[in-house]
């Protein structure tokens, strides 16, 4: 019997929804159709974080708790009336990416499995030039939800320190996003220095609450992603169904609603209502663009003082002014050989050739605890991990727990590492075999 296929009519075209009675969430029961729907009863408002940008497709063809995969290139079996624009990436390739501007769009890429929705903060018309500065506010394993809206207070007060309005959303996750629109005069390298200037401003207000630091094992309380603005970084946008167990949706806010927030009460069941209720709280973001000039002029004082550029992702070839690209704990003893009790590459998990820094030195007792195809399974392995060696967990702080999210060939997998700094030494478990052993080049490979 062939699958079935619902046709839709939307914005005034066809749309085929396959197997649209496809449960995309288990423990909510919502199906591939529910999705469809979803995004068509909050169409304006999506419309307004994606229409007429470049979009990554982030497809979960097996639903919210099966593996995702990245598609940047448009399916060559698309509609004709679906726009695309040919983008180039640091790697020096190019691909033709889909261009949503309509309703029919968004049902469209919902049925090829698109959860969440992932654009590029440029427009199709001008794709050198972003017109949108991302401040996206990652909260460190442990930080409450009162400690990340502290974070945000003080981005809003930064940016409109500096001539911005932001425009806030919970990340639909664990963290806050706040967008300010921007006039698109540009480059993406200036964009990403004004946010690192950004980020470190907001560090300096909040030292205790935020920091700017890169490298997970320098970081506290909530982490300021200025590399959210490099060249080929997507963020889920506004209106975004998360592949959370509960369907948690990335909400736009007023900044009134955000000190008393819930974000697990924003969800596909019911942001509709609050939708049709009160609108969109991010109407008006297109209607403030801000410069970037004052920003730029915090970067180039923070540079005249000594500050280097932050660090790029990795996949960027090393940039001019860049600081080392080199772990902390590693960087301090790079100047000399290592000696018995200096840095050492710590040892893999058993019948794994590589352990938790790869072939790198460090000076941190690490291990390893779980190579995972989603971050649920990782946490479970981390938990039994926790119960065999209570002892140990109980003296871990939020900041040693490394929750890594990684990149495969097409698809992302989740790997958690503990930094057993806070365990005395004769106390510390050796490592042991993973907990959750998946290995993204052959079984999850696509």
Request: aromatic share 6%; charged share 25%.
């Amino acid at each position: 019997m062939p699958d079935r296929k619902e046709v839709i009519e939307v914005a005034g075209r066809s749309v085929a929804i396959s197997n649209p009675d496809k449960v995309y969430f288990p423990r909510t029961g919502h199906t591939k159709l529910d999705l469809v729907r979803y995004y068509l009863s909050v169409a304006d408002g999506a419309l307004r974080g994606v229409a007429g940008r470049p979009m990554v497709l982030k497809r979960f063809v097996h639903g919210a708790d099966g593996e995702a995969f990245f598609q940047k290139r448009a399916p060559a079996n698309r509609p004709d009336w679906l726009q695309t624009v040919v983008l180039s990436f640091p790697s020096g390739r190019t691909a033709e990416e889909i261009v949503v501007t309509d309703a029919a769009g968004l049902a469209w890429v919902t049925n090829l499995g698109c959860i969440d929705l992932n654009p590029h903060p440029i427009r199709a018309d001008d794709i050198e030039h972003p017109d949108e500065l991302r401040v996206d506010l990652d909260p460190v394993p442990g930080v409450g939800w009162p400690h990340i809206v502290n974070v945000a207070l003080v981005a809003r007060e930064v940016l409109a320190d500096f001539g911005l309005t932001g425009w806030p959303k919970t990340s639909g996750s664990r963290g806050i996003h706040i967008y300010a629109r921007i006039e698109p005069r540009w480059t993406f390298t200036q964009v990403r220095s004004a946010a690192v200037a950004l980020a470190r401003e907001i560090e300096r207000r909040a030292p205790t609450e935020a920091t700017a630091k890169w490298w997970k094992e320098e970081r506290h309380g909530v982490f300021v992603d200025y590399n959210q603005n490099a060249k080929d970084r997507t963020v889920a946008s506004a209106y975004s169904v998360r592949p959370t167990q509960d369907a948690r949706v990335s909400a736009p806010l007023s900044w009134d609603e955000v000190p008393d927030c819930d974000p697990a009460a924003f969800t596909i069941d019911t942001v509709p209502k609050r939708y049709a209720a009160i609108g969109d709280p991010g109407d008006g973001i297109d209607q403030s663009p801000g410069s970037l000039a004052r920003l730029l002029e915090l970067a180039a004082a923070d540079a005249a003082a000594g500050l280097p550029d932050a660090p790029w992702p990795p996949h960027f070839e090393k940039q001019e002014g860049e600081q080392p690209r080199v772990q902390p704990s590693r960087r301090r003893t790079a100047a000399g050989p290592s000696s018995p009790e200096g840095p050492a590459v710590p040892p893999p998990a058993p019948g794994k050739s590589t352990g938790p820094t790869g072939r790198r030195r460090t000076s941190m007792p690490l291990v390893e605890v779980a190579r995972a195809a989603s971050q649920a399974e990782a946490l479970a392995g981390l938990e039994r991990w926790k119960q065999r060696h209570a002892a140990a967990a109980a003296l871990l702080q939020p900041a040693d727990i490394l929750v890594d999210s990684m990149r495969g060939r097409s698809s992302t997998w989740t790997r958690i590492r503990l930094n057993l700094r806070h365990v005395p030494e004769a106390e510390r478990p050796s490592q042991e075999a993973l907990e959750v052993d998946f290995d993204p080049w052959t079984a999850g490979a696509r």
